[in-house]
């Protein structure tokens, strides 16, 4: 079956632009995450969709950083008025139930911003 | 808040020596303990998690983890490694009941034929 899909697979911007990525998690799994991963450095958590409850957003660095997801199907990740320190690559996961479930990974999208 | 550190940033061995990498964590509560693998060119992978019970826990590719509560250590073993073992590897935690998972920064295993 599908995994988790994640576009574009990379994406170079200049500075200041708005730059859309997708995750198209795997059907029937409920949560879904964003998590950043810059050059070196682990994985940091952005945020959590868990069907139709508030997302969990406290992993946002900033008011620049928003996302959606509808229902239980495609989640985009926006990020406005890019800076460089934004580039990173950007993986979105789904499970079947969050909590204890592993969690199944896009190959991500790799951003940069010059 | 919680935490997972892997205090090696490398780790090399030769092909059909025992592999260990180290992690360690802090969290309040009980843990939950999992292992990922990122192949090269390859999304992160799922190797096997510890929520309770026997403090061994066995995975994919034929890993294997042992929690130790007295250390808060979860360190990923191999017996026997192979050349395609080479991969970045990343220990996690989350609270009971809480669906945040915690990464650390990774461990780069590099296995010699």
């Known amino acids: 079956g599908a995994g988790v899909s994640q576009s574009p697979s990379n994406k170079v911007t200049e500075k200041g632009k708005d730059v859309e990525l997708r995750c198209d998690p795997i059907s029937g799994h409920t949560a879904l995450y964003w998590y950043r991963q810059r050059l070196g450095q682990g994985l940091e958590f952005l945020i959590y969709?868990?069907?139709?409850?508030?997302?969990?957003k406290s992993g946002l660095p900033s008011d620049r950083f928003s996302a959606e997801r509808t229902g239980e199907s495609v989640s985009t990740l926006t990020i406005q008025r890019t800076q460089q320190e934004d580039s990173a690559v950007y993986l979105c996961?789904?499970?079947?139930?969050?909590?204890?479930?592993?969690?199944?990974f896009g190959n991500g999208t790799r951003l940069t911003v010059t | 808040a919680q935490s997972v550190a892997q205090p090696e940033d490398q780790v090399n061995v030769a092909e059909g020596n025992p592999l260990t990498v180290k992690c360690t964590y802090s969290?309040?509560?009980?843990?939950?303990l999992f292992w990922y693998v990122q192949y090269p060119n390859r999304g992160l992978q799922f190797l096997l998690k510890?929520?309770?019970?026997?403090?061994l826990v066995k995975g994919s590719y034929g890993f294997e983890a042992e929690f130790n509560k007295s250390q808060t250590s979860f360190h990923l073993k191999k017996p026997s490694a192979l050349v395609s073992d080479s991969a970045l590897y990343f220990c996690a935690v989350s609270r009971y009941n809480d669906y945040k998972l915690s990464f650390g920064a990774g461990t780069t295993v590099t296995v010699r034929a």
């Open positions: 969290v309040s509560g009980n843990p939950y």
């Open positions: 996961a789904s499970s079947p139930l969050g909590g204890t479930s592993p969690l199944h």
């Open positions: 969709f868990q069907g139709n409850s508030a997302p969990d």
């Open positions: 510890y929520i309770t019970g026997d403090n």
